[in-house]
């Protein structure tokens, strides 16, 4: 029996009750066949090593179609916006220069909205009476856009902002079609990469950029451009650039756009058949796009397609009709593929299969 805390004993004594309990303890478990940690030799006690990862690209390192999602940058957050205010409008102005796509979202639940559910019971009655439960919004003007990254009228015509009842910025659909509509738009415009700007880091933000890696987007975290009404912001970027995205500053990302961004071929990188974003791998082109890729050798597939189209008098190869289950469908008007034209993708395939087996190794 374990003392009481009002029991008293000398330190002599409590040293051989413990000594006492413990080789009990050990018989007792070795008779059930397990043991305590404790009672093992400490050269069989295996050390933990935590592991650390991030992301194996950066924004210069291959072509993109890119786009701007400006998150729950409204009036009812204005006071944490403030700050970060600067950055966002960095970033509008860049993107619109550059002719690139930016979607803007407003958080919209009210409290009468007669909506309840897992966020509602999470977050509790603490703040109703006070309207500073942060499940709901509560100022008059709390879902305009704030007015000096606001979307312009042109903008607005196409859809802006999306309306959104939900920490993720994906988890709003089309009543008729029942798409997410943030995908559908970005899908419609090929884009493969996302930058994500405004408010909260460690909700919608964090929630956004999880659902987009999801779906097969590059995520890129402006730090800068991010805020939060919590103190996790901090938290929240470390966490997300160690398991989902690219962190940079706004700084990064505009010079990028103004001297090192090249405008990647549509389904490049991420298809638009699976909810997932793989590639949607076609023909013998977007396998040597990929592997060329991959490798950094997009001279070698150059001069590949140069010498392929000289063979064929310089005709582009025809493409073949996809069958219903995905596999390449047959023509009597495709140029099949030679082994000699295989060898280049196989022993890149192969190359990476040995590195990866080394790895998991």
């Known amino acids: 029996m374990h003392p009481s805390p009002s029991s008293s004993s000398s330190p002599s004594s409590s040293s051989s009750s413990l000594s006492s309990n413990h080789h009990h303890h050990f018989h007792h478990d070795h008779h059930h066949h397990r043991c305590s940690v404790h009672d093992l030799p400490m050269r069989n006690v295996r050390r933990i090593e935590y592991l650390a990862f991030n992301a194996d690209w950066d924004l210069a390192s291959r072509p993109r179609r890119i786009a701007l999602l400006i998150d729950d940058a409204q009036e009812e957050y204005r006071e944490y916006a403030e700050k970060i205010l600067p950055n966002i409008q960095r970033l509008v102005k860049a993107f619109r220069e550059h002719d690139e796509e930016i979607v803007w979202s407003v958080y919209s639940r009210q409290y009468h909205d007669g909506i309840r559910n897992a966020m509602d019971r999470w977050y509790g009655p603490r703040g109703i009476t006070s309207e500073e439960n942060a499940v709901y919004i509560w100022h008059q003007d709390g879902m305009e856009v704030l007015k000096e990254v606001s979307p312009t009228p042109a903008e607005r015509a196409k859809g802006n902002p999306i309306k959104s009842q939900h920490l993720d910025m994906f988890w709003n659909f089309d009543d008729e079609s029942g798409r997410s509509i943030l995908d559908h738009r970005l899908k419609a415009k ?71 961004h090249k405008v990647g071929r549509q389904g490049a990188y ?7 974003g793989r590639r949607d791998v076609t023909n013998f082109d977007d396998l040597c796009d990929e592997n060329n890729s991959n490798n950094n050798n997009h001279d070698n597939h150059s001069n590949y397609k140069k010498k392929n189209n000289k063979r064929n008098n310089g005709a582009p190869q025809p493409r073949t009709t996809p069958t219903t289950n995905g596999r390449r469908g047959s023509s009597n008007r495709e140029v099949r593929m030679t082994m000699a034209s295989r060898l280049p993708f196989v022993r890149a395939r192969r190359q990476q299969q040995q590195q990866q087996h080394a790895c998991d190794g």
């Open 190 to 260: 090929g884009i493969d990469t996302i930058v994500i700007a405004g408010l909260w880091t460690d909700e919608c933000v964090i929630s956004t950029a999880y659902a987009g890696l999801s779906r097969g987007y590059d995520v890129v975290i402006p730090s800068d451009a991010v805020a939060t009404a919590t103190p996790y912001h901090e938290k929240a970027l470390t966490v997300m650039g160690a398991t989902c995205c690219k962190v940079y500053n706004t700084e990064d990302i505009v010079e990028y756009l103004n001297h090192a």
């Open 270 to 276: 991420k298809g638009t058949s699976h909810p997932d």
